[in-house]
């Protein structure tokens, strides 16, 4: 990937004893504000997902989790602060009221080309089918061609245990299916790090499991990953780091442990006890 | 735009069987109206004066064949202007979109006859003021009526849809629009892929009704001299002084019309099964 050492304002994360010298950020977010008509969602977010990191965000609803998320890939754009994607930062620029403007619009569809996103609520498009839905970005946004893209796709969607659904429209689909589906769409851009909000909170608990497995082989090939998730005991075992955000601070991080055992502020406590 | 791709592969499971027809055909209501209707027939042409039929039989074809022209390129054309009508009122700059709202709303609020006869008799009479139009190659077409009876059938066929497909527009879940914006589709490329084709899918079942609708408002071009079905049908009548006969020819006529269209909008709609 592209370094633009001059232009990053992005501090480098300290690299820790059990992580090897060589791990290249994959995500950095540095100071990151948003605020939605006047109103702060964000309030200074700093942090760092390294290749191979599975970044678990947990906080009450309406914290930011998805905000935060969303302004990953410039679905949201940030109101002030610096985001880059494998050393690349997103240009921008300032708009007239101060607030960001994106100032290049191919540069933004060719980084986000690369970091897939999962939706709560799937958002598959319905008019295709499984095979086509996972073999429309390839084709029609990285330019494989087709008949590459369609041996990947349907290996993929074997994988994710679809492989008998290839021609099968959407809404023919169970939640489970469809958010696997959804997935493997993701892991078809070759994603430089996978984004999921909430994967599992539209889902019939007897369908979370399916989908938290896939998720869970994923974490184990060290996909870099930022999954916002309400599932607690599923962050505290695939998660590498575990974030804790509330009114749009981060308010704790740290390792899973440290996150779970021994939490150390108050809310942090309240919120475990909560969703436990 | 040859891969809009409304309709895609034939795997349809609503798809109709001959034998699933043959089931729906089996009905008792449907068997006891099609015993009806064929006695009808019977006693119609026993019992009524078909001898004029054949000597018309030519005139009758042109008729048709001008009633079609003007019902599919009405449809056509006015169909490709409601998608500009349709997406700058959902997207659009506020004077286009101002413009559009003010042409529908205008054009919807107006008899159709009273539009034709001031495009007939209103443009047609401006035109011929001008040496230079009635020089020109247009004056070949400018002086038949028939090129005012399409306009006013697109005019209004496009503002009947335009409002259609604005409705169609707005109601493409937003979730599958910003999946395609965040796998790095262009603005171009969403619209192409995703916003436009689910538009369509979503407004053919109005559509259907609509062409019916505009089948029906063909006659109305006979009003202006231009010799469609329905003119000659009152060609008959005046030369044969018989009422009915004629008159339940142009029925059955315009029912078999119907049939097909309702027929074969409905197979294109199967094409991709949705499922809401
Ligand atoms: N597009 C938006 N316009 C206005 N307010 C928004 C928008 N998106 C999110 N918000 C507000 O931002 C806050 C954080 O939202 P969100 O990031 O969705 O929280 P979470 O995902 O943690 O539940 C909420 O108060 C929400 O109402
Ligand atoms: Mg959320």
């Given at each position: 990937m592209q370094h633009q050492s001059a232009t990053r304002v992005v501090t480098q994360p300290q690299?820790?004893?059990?992580?090897?010298?060589?791990?290249?950020?994959?995500v950095e977010i540095h100071d990151l504000h948003k605020s939605f008509g006047g109103v702060d969602v964000l309030k200074g977010i700093s942090l760092t997902a390294r290749q191979g990191d599975v970044v678990a965000i947990i906080g009450g609803s309406g914290s930011g989790k998805s905000t935060l998320l969303r302004c990953v890939n410039l679905l949201e754009t940030p109101t002030s602060g610096q985001i880059a994607i494998q050393g690349e930062p997103y240009r921008m620029r300032a708009g007239k009221n101060g607030a960001l403007v994106p100032a290049d619009r191919r540069q933004i569809q060719r980084i986000r080309a690369h970091l897939g996103m999962v939706f709560q609520s799937f958002n598959l498009w319905p008019h295709r089918t499984v095979l086509e839905n996972v073999m429309e970005v390839p084709v029609h946004v990285l330019k494989t061609p087709r008949e590459e893209a369609r041996a990947r796709a349907s290996t993929l969607l074997d994988r994710v245990g679809l492989g008998d659904k290839l021609d099968a429209y959407p809404s023919f689909l169970s939640g489970g299916q469809q958010q696997r589906a959804a997935i493997a769409r993701v892991l078809a851009v070759d994603p430089l790090a996978m984004l999921f909000d909430e994967p599992t909170s539209a889902l019939d608990p007897e369908l979370v499991g399916e989908v938290l497995s896939v998720i869970r082989d994923l974490a184990a090939e060290h996909r870099t990953m930022l999954l916002v998730t309400h599932e607690m005991a599923f962050a505290r075992d695939v998660a590498t780091h575990v974030v804790f955000l509330r009114d749009g601070i981060i308010e704790e991080q740290g390792s899973p442990t440290q996150i779970f055992e021994s939490p150390r502020s108050e809310h942090l406590k309240q919120f475990i006890k909560s969703v436990a | 735009m040859a891969e809009l791709d409304i309709v895609s592969p034939p795997s349809s499971p609503a798809a109709l069987s001959p034998k699933r027809i043959l089931v729906i055909l089996g009905e008792p209501h449907r068997v006891v109206l099609a015993l009806l209707g064929l006695s009808g027939l019977v006693m119609a042409i026993h019992l009524m004066d078909w001898a004029w039929l054949p000597q018309y039989l030519p005139k009758l074809g042109d008729g048709l064949l001008m009633t079609l022209m003007m019902l599919v390129a009405s449809v056509i054309v006015g169909f490709l202007l409601a998608l500009p009508l349709g997406l700058v009122q959902v997207g659009g700059i506020w004077p286009l979109r101002w413009l559009a709202t003010a042409f529908c709303t205008a054009v919807r609020g107006t008899p159709l006859l009273l539009q034709m006869w001031l495009l007939y008799y209103g443009l047609g009479a401006v035109f011929a003021q001008f040496p230079e139009i009635r020089g020109s190659w247009a004056w070949d077409y400018l002086r038949q009526a028939w090129p005012y009876g399409f306009l006013a059938l697109t005019i209004s066929f496009a503002a009947y849809e335009g409002e259609v497909m604005r409705g169609a527009f707005a109601g493409v879940p937003r979730g599958e629009l910003e999946a395609a914006e965040a796998f790095g589709m262009s603005r171009w490329q969403i619209f192409r892929r995703v916003w436009f084709p689910r538009a369509v899918h979503r407004a053919l079942p109005t559509l259907a009704g609509e062409i019916i609708l505009q089948l029906k408002s063909t006659p109305l071009v006979a009003t202006i001299a231009v010799t469609d079905l329905y003119a000659v049908i009152t060609q008959v009548r005046q030369a044969t002084y018989l009422t009915y006969e004629p008159l339940l020819f142009l029925v059955a006529v315009y029912l078999c019309l119907s049939g097909l269209l309702i027929l074969a909008l409905r197979w294109l709609e199967n094409r991709v099964p949705t499922g809401q």
């Open positions: 690299n820790d004893a059990a992580k090897s010298a060589t791990a290249e950020s994959a | -």
